[in-house]
């Protein structure tokens, strides 16, 4: 059986969710992403532009994390932590185990391709500072929808 904390060394080869979204950021969505940075950087992460999509990449605790701005008035805002790579064979399991963790978590969501997993939290914030206010349990979100699959997903026999 393989182990899939094997997939954590993988994790380096994953494009950020949004990777395929406009790279192109209005006047709006640029000044709340710079607004988002300034607030990162008080709280004491290191953020920096994630240039092949425009995101705010920045780490916590070792893992790393994406925010995405899109739309305007109010911002679509996404928050994505860092997943998984899977080989084929091991998507209809992981997309079971997606399943009922998106069933059980209020906002968090579980994306499953043919060769990724990603654990995403998607809003609407009408400011920077209205994301700023939410940002820690959105975290918290990502990181139970991610804990919760990595357990069902060790647990389970392939």
Do not use: C
């Not at 988002?36 to 240039?51: A, H, I, W």
């Not at 084929?88 to 079971?96: V, W, Y």
């Amino acid at each position: 059986m393989k182990k899939f904390l094997m997939l954590l060394l993988a994790t380096a080869l994953l494009s950020p969710l949004g990777a395929a979204a406009a790279t192109e950021l209005t006047g709006e969505q640029l000044a709340f992403r710079s607004a988002v940075m300034n607030f990162l950087r008080s709280e004491g992460f290191v953020p920096k532009v994630d240039t092949r999509d425009e995101s705010i990449e920045f780490k916590k605790e070792g893992e790393r994390y994406w925010i995405y701005v899109e739309e305007s008035s109010p911002f679509y805002v996404t928050l994505q932590r860092e997943g998984y790579s899977i080989e084929a064979d091991q998507a209809a399991k992981s997309k079971e185990i997606a399943n009922r963790v998106n069933r059980t978590k209020k906002a968090a969501k579980v994306y499953v391709s043919e060769a990724s997993v990603t654990f995403v939290v998607e809003m609407f914030a009408p400011s920077a500072e209205s994301f700023e206010k939410v940002f820690y349990r959105t975290m918290e979100q990502a990181d139970a929808a991610h804990n919760q699959f990595t357990e069902e997903y060790n647990s389970t026999e392939d």
